[in-house]
Nanobody, 125 residues
């Protein structure tokens, strides 16, 4: 059974940084694209934040986070990270670790991809 477990969320002030981690189990991790999707309060649709390919050569970011967030993965640890810098109040939300055969399927979610339970990020002064 595929399991994605996020950690590292919390409460920070605007301008500060956080690093999210996601440990995966129950899958051939090396073969999958992995990334992050977020659900922001007041917005109906979830937003694709970032994604990295299994070969590490295809990295995508949502427009609202480009230049501030950095995704990376450690295949030896079956873990993907999201370094979030210069956080803004509008970055507040639930961040879901996602995986799939492509960034599209990962961000879409079931049945095409799989998601974790989510980590809460709160950016507030």
């Amino acid at each position: 059974q595929v399991q994605l477990v996020e950690s590292g969320g919390g409460l920070v002030q605007p301008g500060e940084s956080l690093r999210l981690s996601c440990a995966a189990s129950g899958l051939a991790y090396d073969y999958y694209f992995v990334g992050w999707v977020r659900q922001v309060p007041g917005k109906e649709r979830r937003e694709g934040v970032s994604c990295i390919s299994n070969q590490h050569d295809n990295i995508q970011y949502g427009k609202s986070v480009e230049g501030r967030f950095t995704i990376s993965r450690d295949d030896a640890k079956n873990t993907v990270y999201l370094q979030m810098n210069a956080l803004r109040p509008e970055d507040t939300g639930i961040y879901y670790c996602v995986g799939g055969a492509s960034c599209g399927s990962a961000w879409y979610g079931p049945p095409f991809g799989f998601w974790g339970q989510g980590a809460h990020v709160n950016v507030s002064s």
